[in-house]
């Protein structure tokens, strides 16, 4: 089945406890990317890789890394979480920039 | 900075009504994107548009380029189509840019 596996699912961790939330794809997609959603906010884009070794900074990157060693992943990394990331996370990937995108079933973080 | 406005916020309609979502943007866009995000919290891609309509099911998407306005038609209303829909735009920079997304829910 094509999809976009994102573990964990849920996480509940401590400030500055550095973590890494997996992002995953079976369709040999070249475009994936990471979001944030929030309440009252909505989406925002956090990263965003046009293909192996390609990454860019989407609309919030200040506190993220990500890496795109290899196309079917896109791990986001926080190395020193904060409250203010506590947020429900998304993973996406695409043929190409501009088709049409499949998601994964996201992860919600909390930190405290 | 809200490159992408929707209305209406939230929306209630009786099953079979007519229902129509809007979605203004501000930015040069390369693509306006529809999505659905049903309670649960998973999110699908509806549609992808760069010009004119496209239509799956009783979905139906429009986009005007000039006026920088696309809508989101759903024909005869099914409680199941209660969600979210968010609306999407591409910018020309690669970047994303999201509607804060509008509620719907439909009552049987």
């Known amino acids: 089945e094509a999809q976009v596996t994102q573990n964990p699912r849920y996480l509940i961790t401590v400030t500055g406890k550095k973590l890494t939330v997996t992002c995953s794809q079976n369709?040999?997609?070249?475009?994936m990317s990471w979001y944030r959603q929030d309440p009252g906010l909505g989406l925002r884009q956090i990263y965003y890789?046009?293909?192996?070794?390609?990454?860019d900074k989407g609309d919030v990157p200040e506190g993220y890394k990500v890496s795109r060693k290899e196309k079917r992943n896109f791990p986001l990394i926080l190395e020193s979480p904060s409250p203010n990331q506590t947020s429900l996370y998304f993973c996406?990937?695409?043929?190409?920039?501009?088709?049409?995108?499949?998601f994964g079933s996201g992860t919600r973080l909390t930190v405290v | 900075k809200n490159e992408v406005e929707q209305s209406p916020q939230n929306l209630t309609a009786q099953e079979g009504e007519f229902i129509t979502i809007n979605c203004s943007y501000s930015?040069?866009?390369?693509?306006l994107h529809w999505l659905q995000q049903h309670p649960g919290g998973g999110i699908v891609s509806l549609f992808m548009?760069?010009?004119g309509k496209k239509k799956h099911g009783r979905l139906i998407a429009t986009i005007n380029i000039q006026e920088k306005h696309s809508s989101l038609h759903i024909t005869a209303s099914h409680p199941r189509d209660s969600a979210v829909y968010i609306c999407?735009?591409?910018?020309?920079?690669?970047?994303?840019?999201f509607g804060t997304g509008t509620s719907l829910t439909v009552i049987p």
């Open positions: 548009l760069s010009s």
């Open positions: 369709m040999n997609h070249e475009y």
């Open positions: 996406a990937s695409s043929p190409r920039y501009n088709y049409g995108y499949t």
């Open positions: 890789s046009m293909n192996v070794e390609v990454t």
């Open positions: 930015v040069g866009i390369s693509a």
């Open positions: 999407a735009v591409s910018g020309t920079g690669n970047q994303f840019y």
